[in-house]
């Protein structure tokens, strides 16, 4: 008798649980806390833009004057160095040759002016000037002055390398942070103008500035020289307010996207650049920050 109840009793378990797992399927899973909830703009009438954190002076891209190979590299990103301090050094090995065989020319042509001025020498010093022709004392005199420019050009040959080889030192241009390297020893570093990777990405961060970007269509509610404040993406308790500097008054296409499935790729936008503090607090050059602007309201009449 009990064989007759296998098969039942099995498909009223797996019935239950088949039920349980229903149901239990269908639970609504709690919702998470919002940890930083999404920044409040600070003013009643704002205009909203996405701000990318610049250094001081702008990120300076560092160059070569030449295509040459990398010798040494001084610095690395976080080095703070001063105008002038050398960053990185290109070969000189071809140069220096070419120094040594300009000395050379340079005493050649020396001892060429010497001869000539001596072989004129003696003919201005000839009691009776018709021992020579016009003609021959003009082509010593000439031959004299040649020689002397001879030397002169070798100087300046020497001057010229010798200055490539000072160029091939590559040096702050202001007193700042090195943000990003790019370049190591051994590497080609080259001067063409389609290459968009910077050997050194460079600035003064003592100060940081910020490019806004605002939609061309809220543009005419910006006033120059109100007030801003900037939010951290991700967490918007750290908040720092922003001073005015200036306005490119020139309406680009965007570049910098946010990926919101509303957004345009043909928007176009006005740059606005405010200044901040950089404290301690956890900012750093290219991030992207949430900003909003004190501006017109967006029914004001003309």
Do not use: C
Not at 20 to 34: D, E, W
Not at 92 to 102: D, M, Q, Y
Not at 142 to 161: D, G, H
């Amino acid at each position: 008798m009990s064989r007759k109840f296998v098969l039942p009793g099995l498909a009223i378990v797996g019935l239950f649980f088949a039920l349980f797992m229903v149901f239990y399927g269908m639970r609504t899973p709690p919702v998470p806390s919002i940890e930083f909830p999404p920044p409040k703009p600070p003013y009643k009438h704002y205009v909203a833009g996405s701000g990318t954190v610049e250094a001081a002076s702008e990120d300076i891209a560092i160059g070569v004057p030449f295509n040459e190979i990398t010798w040494k590299v001084f610095v690395k990103a976080g080095d703070q160095v001063e105008v002038g301090d050398a960053l990185f050094e290109l070969d000189t090995r071809a140069f220096r040759a070419e120094l040594a065989e300009a000395y050379k020319k340079r005493d050649v042509s020396i001892a060429n002016y010497e001869n000539e001025k001596t072989t004129f020498g003696l003919y201005q010093k000839l009691k009776d000037k018709r021992a020579v022709s016009e003609n021959e004392y003009n082509k010593r005199f000439y031959a004299t002055e040649i020689a002397l420019q001879e030397i002169y050009e070798a100087e300046a040959n020497i001057e010229r390398i010798e200055t490539n080889i000072q160029r091939s030192i590559i040096r702050a241009p202001v007193s700042g942070e090195v943000l990003k390297v790019n370049i190591r020893v051994g590497e080609s570093a080259n001067i063409n103008p389609f290459n968009n990777v910077s050997l050194i990405v460079f600035g003064d961060t003592k100060h940081y500035h910020v490019r806004v970007e605002v939609d061309e269509d809220d543009a005419w509610r910006i006033v120059k020289g109100e007030p801003a404040m900037a939010y951290v993406r991700g967490n918007s308790s750290i908040s720092v307010p922003l001073r005015f500097l200036y306005i490119e008054p020139y309406v680009i296409p965007k570049t910098s996207l946010t990926g919101d499935n509303t957004e345009r790729v043909d928007t176009r936008v006005l740059q606005i650049v405010y200044e901040m503090d950089r404290d301690s607090l956890p900012i750093y050059v290219g991030q992207i920050m949430d900003v909003y602007i004190k501006g017109l309201p967006s029914d004001e009449k003309f």
